[in-house]
């Protein structure tokens, strides 16, 4: 059965840092979603992505956000400058359809990200 | 209550026994979701159903949605202790597309 995927599964990163976080959505789904979930605390939204470009963003996606899908398979989220509350679980999602149509998003495992 | 909002926060109950968890949510909706979460992993999507429906089963899973009510349950019968996790349910919203609004979550425990 085709899954959502995610790399890395856990990132350490300093305080300042750059980080990349990579998701191969399912290949014939159109939207991708970022989440993250605090530890301890709810799944929250952070962005949508349909035909290149951002559909919708929570205001935790602030500019120091970014979403990229730079080829045919993946997708990225972007930190330019990690602060010590971005520590969380970030979860890739990809769903066939949304909007008025809005489908069942599948979510990959998740990417730890720990910031020092 | 907060868009999607589960009831009990935690839950435990004895091997074979059946376990429902509620959810509520505010504002109308498109569809429901729920998704299980074991222990710091990701999560698996359980069922969705859509604002026309009333109830879906799925194996030893049963959803019930009550657009009156704006309420949800999920029911687990004969659980196992592999059903131990968190369940959340998630819910879109009518005319707004993409997200998905989580819930806090039930922590269900399977004693043996």
């Known amino acids: 059965e085709p899954e959502v995927t995610q790399t890395p599964s856990h990132q350490v990163t300093q305080m300042g840092q750059e980080v990349i976080l990579r998701c191969v959505p399912i290949?014939?789904?159109?939207?991708f979603y970022w989440y993250r979930q605090i530890l301890g605390q709810k799944v929250e939204f952070l962005v949508s992505f349909y035909n290149n470009e951002i559909s919708e963003k929570s205001e935790i996606f602030d500019d120091q956000f970014s979403v990229e899908r730079p080829d045919g398979s993946n997708f990225t989220l972007k930190i330019r400058s990690t602060k010590l509350e971005d520590s969380a679980m970030y979860f890739c999602a990809s769903s066939v359809a949304s909007g008025s149509f809005i489908d069942t998003q599948y979510f990959g495992p998740g990417t730890r990200l720990t910031v020092l | 209550s907060q868009q999607g909002e589960e009831d009990p926060q935690a839950l435990s109950i004895q091997e074979g026994e059946n376990a429902t968890m509620n959810c509520s949510y505010k504002t109308s909706i498109n569809n429901l979701q729920w998704y299980r979460q074991n222990s710091g992993r990701g999560l698996v999507h359980l069922i969705l159903i859509r604002s026309n429906e009333r109830e879906k089963h799925s194996g030893r899973l049963r959803v019930t949605l009550d657009t009156s009510k704006k309420s949800s349950s999920l029911l687990i019968t004969a659980s196992r202790a592999a059903d131990t996790a968190s369940y959340f349910c998630a819910t879109a919203l009518m005319n707004r597309d993409d997200k998905i609004i989580f819930g806090k979550g039930t922590r269900l425990h399977i004693l043996p």
């Open positions: 290949s014939n789904h159109l939207y």
